[in-house]
C-alpha cells in the first residue's frame, strides 16, 4: 500500500497550490481519502475527505469555502484543491486512506479523526508567505 503525496511549495499569501495524491496497492475505490497537516508545533488536523462511490466531501472549518477535493477513480488518485492560502494554512499536509469497514456511520463518525485511517502518504510541505 501507498500514498504518495505532491505539489507542496512556497506561495505568497492569496495564491493557490493543488495537492495530490496517488494511491496504489489497494482497492481504491473501496477508500475513503483525506487530507490532514501539521503545522510546527502543533498537532496533526484533519483538513477534507472525500468519501467512497458518491463523492461527498466534508471540510475543516478553518478551510471551507478555500479548498476543494477531488478524486478521480481512474487515475487512483485524490486532489487537493488550495485557494486563498493564508501563512497560518503552512503545514505539511498528508493523505490517508480508510475504508471505516464499508460503514457510513463509522465514516461520519471518525472521518475527522486520524484513528480512522489506516495508510498514510509521507506528506508534502506547504510554505505560505505573508
Known amino acids: 500500500v501507498q500514498l504518495q503525496a505532491s505539489g507542496g511549495g512556497l506561495v505568497q499569501a492569496g495564491g493557490s497550490l493543488r495537492l495530490s495524491c496517488a494511491a496504489s496497492?489497494?482497492?481504491?475505490?473501496?477508500?475513503?481519502i483525506g487530507w490532514f497537516r501539521q503545522a510546527p508545533g502543533k498537532e496533526r488536523e484533519f483538513v477534507a475527505v472525500?468519501?467512497?462511490?458518491?463523492?461527498?466531501?466534508h471540510y475543516g472549518e478553518l478551510v471551507k469555502g478555500r479548498f476543494t477535493i477531488s478524486r478521480d477513480n481512474a487515475k487512483r488518485t485524490v486532489y487537493l484543491q488550495m485557494n486563498n492560502l493564508k501563512p497560518e494554512d503552512t503545514a505539511v499536509y498528508y493523505c490517508?486512506?480508510?475504508?471505516?469497514?464499508?460503514?457510513?456511520?463509522?465514516?461520519?463518525?471518525?472521518?475527522?479523526?486520524?484513528?480512522?485511517?489506516?495508510?498514510w502518504g509521507q506528506g508534502t510541505l506547504v510554505t505560505v508567505s505573508s
Open positions: 490517508a486512506s480508510g475504508s471505516f469497514g464499508g460503514s457510513y456511520y463509522a465514516f461520519h463518525q471518525l472521518r475527522g479523526f486520524q484513528r480512522g485511517y489506516e495508510y
Open positions: 496497492g489497494f482497492f481504491f475505490d473501496d477508500y475513503v
Open positions: 472525500i468519501s467512497w462511490s458518491d463523492g461527498s466531501t
